[in-house]
């Protein structure tokens, strides 16, 4: 439930920015290889060494999944799954299905990675102990899931319009039983 | 130039301290307003002549710059020798060619590399500039100036990238001698530079052609001899000049932000009468607006010189060495031991030293081996020429600003194939005024 209009104008916006984190995210990680703006080439993408540096309970699955037959799939998978996500919160299309697969891929994302040491990471850009902006961001989607944002705005209303309204055709259109 | 190992280390001190804190160009050059990654994997080119310096190119190619998929050459045992240097490299293998008309229509190439003699660079640059194909062209632009134009005119036609192979321009020694000592304005006024390439050695080359029955008459080579040793003729080279000079003078077209008006030459086959075509000894000197000389000489008879630029400024005497070192006097000074206090700030090093040691390379470009030096200002030449070609196919893909264009390397090909007139001439002559400015 929607207490304000400012609550609700500000979890569209909050949904907006984790879309457009998503989508850039994922459209990147296609189009490598590639070259950076300075003219430096940028190498393919791959997951292999996030997997393969994997911390936490689930890291040995993790390094599993790396070393398998799986890695190429996962390669070209994560930035697509990635790009669906990014656009289905941008558009507000589907948003229910692209916030579970923001929580999804980010529980993910986390799990790989969990900050246990409490030291700065190599290329690392601040300090974490087992909060870190991935858990962050893993929560304001579950927020997003949980608030029902596709009744405030997006392609989603208009997709609703439209099925309700051929609800009501079939319902007309039903034949009188007691006729 | 000969140093004493005290004066080595105070010059190299000083140019230390004056160019603290200049971030090298390359990068900075390389920025552009585009935001985000640029599409496409390495530039795929093709090398069109892999004798000696297009193998020095092949060498400094990266894998993550470009992917050479085809070379051509007349001379088969130079392919070979190429091979080696690809695999060296990284490189996969690339298809081989004899003829290069052939490999530029066959192959789906983007950009090509051209280190053939002169005589051929404005013929084969302009067809692939033609087939559009981006274009590394070796120096000296061309054997004649109106080569060099129709170059010039045929990039900007075409919109393709077209670069000529100064190697100093992608030099760190060179970029930061010009923004930390000359651009700053360490040196005071300058009126002088000495341009010198001595050497003890006949330029005359010796080996035997690939096969007993190898002939090169049909690429326009009556023997083996006039391909071997193109150099020694003028149909196909325009000598020292060219070869040396031209590289000097554009550096000192560069530090001086001009091009010299006229030059004065002299010199002669003096020691090598064997049937060459073209000088062993050359003096010229090119005079530049503003009363600025630069008096070049080149010499096969002796390498006590070896090869250097000196910029001799009012206040203070920039000494760039063998393209590796560096070294900074104050005028003035009771000795030119000693030292300067530096006109230059010295910055933070948030942009990366401009310089870092390194006693890598094993000669210099005269080919004298390389002594150590704790003060650090020695670099591997070599490294500019892997930035060059980086810098090529950063241009290709990102549009990245070329460091050495036609409109730059036009200034310095049109004074040198004029000072080759002035020397035969024993004359001065006046050197077509703006010639890098025109269209």
Redesign the interface.
């Given at each position: 439930m929607i207490a304000t209009r400012g609550q609700g104008v500000a979890l569209v916006v909050l949904r907006t920015l984790l879309g457009w984190h998503f989508l850039y995210e994922g459209y990147y990680k296609l189009v490598l290889p590639a070259w950076s703006p300075a003219g430096a080439p940028l190498a393919a993408w791959s997951a292999g060494g996030y997997l393969r540096g994997a911390t936490g309970p689930l890291a040995p699955v993790f390094r599993t999944l790396a070393a398998s037959g799986l890695a190429g799939w996962i390669d070209l998978a994560v930035p697509i799954a990635l790009v669906l996500v990014g656009l289905s919160l941008i558009l507000g299309l589907f948003t229910r299905r692209g916030c579970q697969g923001a929580v999804l891929l980010l529980a993910l994302f986390y799990l790989a990675a969990i900050p246990l040491d409490g030291v700065p990471r190599p290329g690392a850009e601040g300090t974490y102990l087992l909060v870190n902006k991935t858990l962050v961001e893993l929560a304001a989607a579950v927020v997003l899931l949980t608030s029902r944002t596709e009744t405030i705005a997006g392609l989603d209303l208009l997709r609703g319009r439209r099925v309700r309204a051929a609800q009501r055709r079939d319902l007309v259109d039903q034949p009188k039983v007691n006729a | 130039m000969h140093l004493t190992p005290e004066e080595q280390a105070t010059g190299r001190r000083n140019f230390l301290r004056a160019v603290a804190g200049v971030p090298v160009l390359a990068?900075l050059g390389?920025?552009?307003?585009?935001?985000?990654?640029?599409?496409?994997?390495?530039v795929r080119i093709g090398y069109i002549g892999v004798g000696g310096e297009g193998r020095v190119l092949l060498g400094g190619t990266d894998p993550?710059?470009a992917h050479v998929v085809a070379m051509a050459d007349i001379n088969p045992a130079q392919l070979a020798l190429a091979d080696a240097v690809l695999e060296k490299g990284g490189h996969g293998k690339a298809t081989h060619y004899a003829e290069w008309r052939e490999m530029i229509q066959k192959e789906a190439l983007e950009g090509i590399v051209i280190a053939t003699p002169l005589w051929m660079h404005t013929e084969i640059t302009i067809a692939c500039l033609e087939a559009g194909l981006h274009v590394l062209c070796e120096k000296m632009m061309a054997w004649d100036i109106e080569g060099c134009e129709r170059m010039r005119a045929t990039a900007r036609r075409t919109g393709k990238v077209l670069e000529i192979g100064y190697q100093r321009n992608y030099n760190t020694v060179y970029q930061a001698a010009h923004e930390g000592i000359v651009k700053a304005g360490v040196l005071g006024d300058v009126f002088m530079a000495r341009l010198a390439w001595h050497r003890n050695g006949n330029w005359r080359r010796t080996g035997d052609p690939p096969a007993a029955n190898y002939d090169p008459s049909k690429w326009g080579y009556p023997t083996w001899e006039h391909l071997l040793n193109w150099r020694l003729y003028k149909k196909y080279s325009r000598g020292l000049l060219a070869e040396l000079a031209s590289h000097q003078v554009n550096v000192s077209n560069w530090f001086f932000q001009a091009e010299p008006e006229a030059v004065i030459g002299t010199g002669g086959i003096y020691r090598f009468k064997d049937g060459r075509e073209v000088d062993d000894h050359i003096y010229a000197t090119f005079e530049y607006p503003g009363g600025r000389s630069a008096v070049f000489s080149t010499v096969e008879s002796n390498a006590f010189e070896r090869n250097y630029e000196v910029f001799y400024g009012t206040r203070g005497t920039l000494l760039l060495q063998g393209e590796s070192e560096a070294y900074l006097f104050e005028e003035g000074a009771a000795t030119p031991a000693a030292a300067r206090p530096t006109g230059v700030e010295v910055q933070p090093k948030a942009g990366g030293p401009a310089l870092s040691a390194s006693e890598s390379r094993a000669a210099d470009a005269a080919g004298r081996a390389a002594t150590g030096s704790a003060a650090g200002v020695n670099l591997d030449r070599l490294a500019a020429y892997r930035a060059e070609v980086s810098?090529f196919?950063?241009?290709v893909?990102?549009g990245?600003p070329l460091l050495c264009g036609p409109d730059r390397a036009i200034g310095s090909a049109i004074a040198c194939i004029t000072a080759v007139d002035a020397v035969a001439g024993k004359t001065r002559l006046p050197i077509r005024v703006g010639a890098a400015a025109q269209s």
């Open positions: - | 990068g390389a920025a552009s307003l585009a935001r985000g990654p640029i599409a496409g994997g390495p993550a710059y810098g196919c950063s241009a893909r990102t990245a």
